[in-house]
T-cell receptor, first 116, second 113 residues
Framework: DAGVIQSPRHEVTEMGQEVTLRCKPI?????LFWYRQTMMRGLELLIY????????DSGMPEDRFSAKMPNASFSTLKIQPSEPRDSAVYFC??????????????FGAGSRLTVL | SQKIEQNSEALNIQEGKTATLTCNYT??????LQWYRQDPGRGPVFLLL?????KEKRKERLKVTFDTTLKQSLFHITASQPADSATYLC????????????FGSGTQLTVLP
């Protein structure tokens, strides 16, 4: 298995532009998570899906952020319009519950976003 | 408010020694606690999971302890090697939200040859 695949790996854009980050989870995993990582705030959970349905989006910082999961093999995180404070590394992770019920996450390599 | 603290932003130890990393939490009732390793430019990688009713878990040179009274987990790497140098993150799953994983800020470990 190729693991969790994210694209693009790096994105540099100007303030006000739309940014779309993409994620392909591991086949068979029924949970998908979007995290954001910065030096100041660490890893923050933005939103997660179960069987393509958003379960908790309370971590999404503003209405400028939106996430979709149209099918089991694809998810997007969109920022419109982007701002310099959105600069961060965005991680997608997928999982299926273990026998104990806990989620063990497999992360993608991340998308490093720089908004100028 | 809920808080996960990993003390020592950076920890340097000599090769062959045991590294001990700490994860403290407040205002959580964790069902599970996990440890991940993160290398520069990469996503975190799962290492170990321990449940609230377990005291200790081992995997090769790694050992995790979990003390729900002290609200603390200790992560040990025995016979440390330079290849163990990385950032180590602890993560909690609360009993009330079994699918969400909240991460600490991490401890950067450097093993000196």
């Amino acid at each position: 298995d190729a693991g969790v695949i994210q694209s693009p790996r790096h994105e540099v854009t100007e303030m006000g532009q739309e940014v779309t980050l993409r994620c392909k989870p591991i086949s068979g995993h029924d949970y998908l998570f979007w995290y954001r990582q910065t030096m100041m705030r660490g890893l923050e959970l933005l939103i997660y899906f179960n069987n393509n349905v958003p379960i908790d989006d309370s971590g999404m910082p503003e209405d400028r952020f939106s996430a979709k999961m149209p099918n089991a093999s694809f998810s997007t995180l969109k920022i419109q319009p982007s701002e310099p404070r959105d600069s961060a590394v965005y991680f997608c992770a997928s999982s299926f519950p273990t026998g104990s019920g806990a989620n063990v996450l497999t992360f993608g390599a991340g998308s490093r976003l720089t908004v100028l | 408010s809920q808080k996960i603290e990993q003390n020592s932003e950076a920890l340097n130890i000599q090769e062959g020694k045991t590294a001990t990393l700490t994860c403290n939490y407040t205002n959580y009732s964790p069902a599970y606690l996990q440890w991940y390793r993160q290398d520069p430019g990469r996503g975190p990688v799962f290492l170990l999971l321990i449940r609230e009713n377990e005291k200790e878990k081992r995997k090769e040179r790694l050992k995790v302890t979990f003390d729900t009274t002290l609200k603390q987990s200790l992560f040990h790497i025995t016979a440390s090697q330079p290849a163990d140098s990385a950032t180590y993150l602890c993560a909690l799953t609360s009993s009330g939200s079994a699918r969400q994983l909240t991460f600490g800020s991490g401890t950067q470990l450097t093993v000196l040859p």
